[in-house]
Each structure stands twice: as C-alpha cells, then as structure tokens.
Nanobody, 114 residues
Framework: QVQLVESGGGLVQAGGSLRLSCVASGSRFRSMGWYRQAPGKQRDLVAVITGGRTNYADSVKGRFTISRDNAKNTVYLQMDSLKPEDTAVYYC???????????WGQGTQVTVSS
C-alpha cells in the first residue's frame, strides 16, 4: 500500500524559508513532486523530479529547489524568498513505474504573511 507523509509546513513571513519533506512507502517511484492548491483555485504543479531531471513552475523558478533521497524514498522542497502568493496547501505527489496513476499525500499548509 502506497503512503505519502508530508511534513514541514507552517507560517512564515515574506522573504523567509521553509523546507517540506515527503516520505514515501509501499513501492518504488519513477517520479515524485509537489503540487499546491490555494483556496478557490485548482491544484497546480510546483516542482517534480524524475530520475535526475527537475521541472518547476515558472512562478517558483530560482526560489524553490526540489531534491530527492532515493535511499530514504524521500522528496524535499526547499522554499526560499517566500511570497504571500505562495500561500497554499502543498501536496506531495508520486507515480510508480509503468503507470500514470497519481498518489497523493494528505497535504501540508504553508502560509506566508506579508
């Protein structure tokens, strides 16, 4: 059974930093990433890592860094220079090999105050 457990959200002032972690279990994953959903908006991609390749939303390029520790089956999102518009629930996402099925974590709230 696949399980994704996120941690690291919280309240931070604009310009501050947070690091999110997501520990995955139950399978091996070809890609892992982060999405976010603000109130009243759709869930959007923030960053994803597949093999050694990373992809970022334009709005976070240069400020956020995604990384993965395969030995720990953990994906991280280092968020620097946070802005109030980064406020959202952040969800960990993972895909297993040979499938496009999306597994999701429970979400962690990130709030950036101005």
């Amino acid at each position: 059974q696949v399980q994704l457990v996120e941690s690291g959200g919280g309240l931070v002032q604009a310009g501050g930093s947070l690091r999110l972690s997501c520990v995955a279990s139950g399978s091996r994953f070809r890609s892992m990433g982060w999405y976010r959903q603000a109130p009243g908006k759709q869930r959007d991609l923030v960053a994803v890592i597949t093999g050694g390749r990373t992809n970022y939303a334009d709005s976070v390029k240069g400020r956020f860094t995604i990384s993965r520790d395969n030995a720990k089956n953990t994906v991280y999102l280092q968020m620097d220079s946070l802005k109030p518009e980064d406020t959202a629930v952040y969800y960990c996402n993972a895909k297993v090999f040979y499938s496009d099925y999306n597994y999701w974590g429970q979400g962690t709230q990130v709030t950036v105050s101005s």
